[in-house]
């Protein structure tokens, strides 16, 4: 039996607290054995885990007790309440995990001090004073700097000054292989210049929130009539994960999202003709913001590309900080008002079309379902009494949400609901293609993720439709609805949504 068992209560029965907010608790110690306590102290504190190496965030301390013997049969209780950090935000991911603790140690000494552990979730509150507001470049978060990593720094100054110096005599020999480097690059951006010209290329927002409208402008002058495949616009997030140092170090990456959009179809550029043209793309919801430590990162991307036949592409890749959408101000009116009237490029025509505009007018009158008129019993399937509606889904989210956050009785609500179909209308806030699907239907793999919510409520739900749904889907905007048949499948405690599945239709 241990000397002495701990545990940590918190007021919120769920653990979710704020950026800001006060964490208040109790520690709870049962005494087995009479012990010498040099002291008791709770810390609190942030790390990462997972595949790669622990980043941990500054450990602050509050002490309970002072030396003090404590004899066994005892029952101690010490209340507890602290600020709790504001950034980074509790994560769970492939690779990574970022997650807030509260420890507490109970100094015994000369011997294995009892301690314990747990965690809470922290979802996004105050701001954090790093972010002013400013949208036009990466904001890099400073910690503060120990003693012990400051003489680290002066060490390794040292070793690499040595280095140069030593080396330094034989940097003649790498001229010519930087002169021969330096001299493929120069003609490869030539050929590419040949073509193109100058490539101007304008994002006024770097610093992106989840779901948030994203303008970007493009424009050049072809100097020569050709060819293109393409111009395009690809989103990429991938974390990134490094276990082990020096020669053993392994970096684990993960790709967590990946969209391409196609900027303008394929077709000839001609000579002298201006391309100049702006963009609202709809950037992805997430809850994978981006992360900068030493050794897990989340990174998130944009990457332009004129895709140029047997001939070489003009590409730029520029880096963007995904943060939550409560920290960014609303955008300059300066930039949004430039892009006001923009269409909204994610649902640009397929190549073929005339024009964005004739393909939205095209579409826009189209149901929400299919047109399964031929199929037999179709519009039975649809209109089916199922023995739900509205009301009971309403009352198992009700269930789940009074449910423990932590145990499986939110698991079982939801199991109890397996068989049962529900007729859903979703307003529609996004459609995205499905990535990294983890069910075992191979039949939404390829299909498209709705988020939204459920109509005439404020209740938030994800849908993952089949692929059979994607011609219809793929042309519904931010403001439309889809209504379809659908089963539970999770609930997502971090957005406090339902998470269901279409019901296809074969």
Not at 222 to 230: A, D, E, I, L, Y
Not at 347 to 363: D, F, I, K, L, R
Request: aromatic share 10%; hydrophobic share 40%.
């Amino acid at each position: 039996m241990a000397r002495c068992d701990i545990r940590i209560t918190f007021d919120s029965p769920d653990r979710i607290y704020r950026g800001g907010d006060t964490v208040v608790g109790q520690v709870h110690i049962q005494v087995n054995e009479d012990i010498r306590c040099n002291g008791i102290v709770l810390t609190h504190y942030w790390r990462t885990h997972g595949r790669g190496n622990a980043d941990r965030g500054e450990k602050h301390e509050v002490r309970l007790s002072e030396t003090v013997p404590l004899q066994a049969g005892e029952e101690l209780n010490f209340p507890f309440e602290f600020e709790s950090e504001i950034w980074p935000l509790t994560y769970h991911g492939h690779y990574i995990n970022v997650d807030h603790f509260v420890h507490v140690g109970v100094d015994v000494p000369w011997a294995i001090d009892p301690k314990h552990e747990e965690e809470y979730i922290l979802l996004p509150g105050e701001r954090p004073p790093e972010f002013t507001g400013g949208r036009g470049e990466v904001i890099e978060f400073k910690k503060k700097a120990t003693e012990a990593k400051g003489i680290v720094k002066v060490i390794l100054f040292i070793v690499v000054a040595m280095f140069l110096a030593v080396f330094a005599a034989f940097a003649i020999v790498l001229i010519p292989v930087i002169l021969v480097c330096g001299g493929i690059y120069w003609v490869w951006k030539s050929m590419i210049a040949s073509r193109v010209g100058e490539v101007e290329l304008k994002l006024p927002h770097l610093v992106v929130g989840p779901g948030e409208q994203w303008p970007l402008e493009l424009s050049f002058t072809p100097k020569k009539t050709f060819p293109v495949n393409g111009i395009t616009l690809k989103i990429f997030a991938q974390e990134a994960a490094t276990s082990g140092s020096g020669t053993n170090s392994t970096t684990h990456r993960h790709t967590l999202f990946e969209e391409t959009h196609t900027l303008h179809p394929g077709g000839a550029l001609r000579a002298g003709e201006r391309f100049s043209e702006q963009f609202l793309i709809d950037f992805p919801e997430t809850d994978a913001f981006s992360i900068a430590e030493s050794d897990n990162k989340i990174a998130w991307s944009a990457e332009i590309r004129i895709d140029i036949p047997r001939f070489p592409d003009w590409s730029k890749k520029t880096e963007l900080q995904v943060i939550p959408l409560g920290f960014l101000d609303a955008a300059e009116p300066s930039v949004m008002e430039r892009f006001a009237s923009v269409v909204d490029h994610r649902y640009a025509a397929p190549a073929g079309t005339e024009t964005t505009a004739e393909s939205e007018a095209q579409w826009s009158d189209t149901p929400d379902r299919p047109d399964t008129s031929g199929t037999p019993d179709s519009s039975d399937r649809v209109r089916a009494d199922v023995g739900t509606d509205l009301a009971s889904l309403l009352a198992i989210v009700n269930e789940i949400e009074q449910a423990g956050r932590f145990g499986n009785e939110r698991s079982e609500i939801v199991a109890a609901t397996a068989g049962r179909d529900y007729d859903v209308k979703i307003l529609i806030d996004r459609v995205s293609t499905t990535f990294g699907f983890s069910g075992d239907d191979a039949r939404f793999e390829n299909g498209r993720t709705i988020i939204g919510t459920i109509a005439d409520t404020d209740q938030k739900v994800q849908l993952f439709a089949a692929e059979t749904s994607n011609d219809s889907l793929d042309y519904l905007a931010r403001g439309g609805s889809w209504q379809t048949l659908a089963t539970v499948k999770s609930w997502d405690s971090l957005y406090d949504r339902l998470v269901m599945h279409e019901v296809p239709i074969d």
